[in-house]
C-alpha cells in the first residue's frame, strides 16, 4: 500500500526544521545542500517541495511573521492603551536576541530585494506588508472605538507601517536606538492624534 504523502505538512516540515541554519547562515550563504543535510532528506527530495532556494526562505520568513503575528495579536488582546499597544507593535521586533536574529534576516530578504529582486518577492513583501496593516488597523481602529485617539489616525495606518519598516533599517544603519526613536515618534504622534479630556 503506498504512503500518502501531505505535501503541505512535509513542506512545512522542512522549512521548520532549517530556520536555525537560515538564521546562523542568512539567505545568501545557505545552500541546498544545507537545507536538505539539515532536513534529513536528499536535494532531489528539496525539489519536489520547492521551486528554488528563495521559495525555502519565503516559507521560513512566513513562519518568523506568523509566530510575530501571534505576539502581536496576544498584545492587541491586552487591556492597555492605544499608545502602548503601538510601542510594543514597533518595538517587538527588536527586544531579545531571536527577534534580532530574526530581523537580520528580513533586512538582508529587503538589501536582495531592492537590489536585484524579482517580482516573487516584491509580491511576498506586499502579502507581508497587508498582515501587519491589518494588525495595525485593528489598533487604530480600537483606539478610536473607545475613544483614545482621533477618527483621522485611521488614514495614518499605512504611513504608521512605514515608519515600523523604516526602522528596520535606520536601527542597523545609523545605529539608532529603537527604544528611544520608538518613544519620541510616539510622544509627538500623540500629541497630534490623542483625544485630550476637556478640564
Known amino acids: 500500500m503506498a504512503i500518502i504523502v501531505n505535501k503541505e505538512e512535509k513542506r ?4 521548520c526544521s532549517c530556520k536555525e541554519i537560515l538564521l546562523e547562515h542568512g539567505i545568501k550563504n545557505l545552500t541546498i545542500s544545507q537545507i536538505a543535510k539539515t532536513a534529513g532528506v536528499g536535494k532531489g527530495t528539496i525539489y519536489e517541495y520547492f521551486k528554488n532556494k528563495e521559495d525555502i526562505v519565503f516559507e521560513i520568513i512566513t513562519m518568523f511573521i506568523s509566530e510575530h503575528e501571534k505576539k502581536l495579536f496576544e498584545i492587541t488582546d491586552q487591556n492597555i492603551s492605544t499608545k502602548d499597544k503601538l510601542f510594543h507593535f514597533f518595538y517587538m521586533i527588536h527586544e531579545d536576541e531571536n527577534s534580532n536574529k530574526q530581523l537580520n534576516i528580513y533586512r538582508e530578504f529587503l538589501a536582495i530585494s531592492m537590489t536585484n529582486g524579482t ?24 483606539g478610536i472605538t473607545k475613544g483614545e485617539i482621533h477618527t483621522e489616525a485611521q488614514d495614518m495606518v499605512s504611513a504608521l507601517l512605514t515608519f515600523k519598516l523604516g526602522l528596520v533599517v535606520e536601527t542597523h544603519t545609523a545605529a539608532l536606538d529603537p527604544k528611544d526613536e520608538i518613544t519620541r515618534f510616539l510622544d509627538a504622534l500623540f500629541k497630534l492624534i490623542e483625544i485630550k479630556e476637556e478640564k
Not at 12 to 15: C, M
Not at 119 to 142: A, S, Y
Open 12 to 15: 512545512s516540515n522542512i522549512a
Open 119 to 142: 517580482q516573487e518577492m516584491v509580491d511576498f513583501n506586499i502579502k507581508c506588508r497587508g498582515k501587519f496593516t491589518d494588525i495595525l488597523g485593528q489598533i487604530v481602529k480600537e
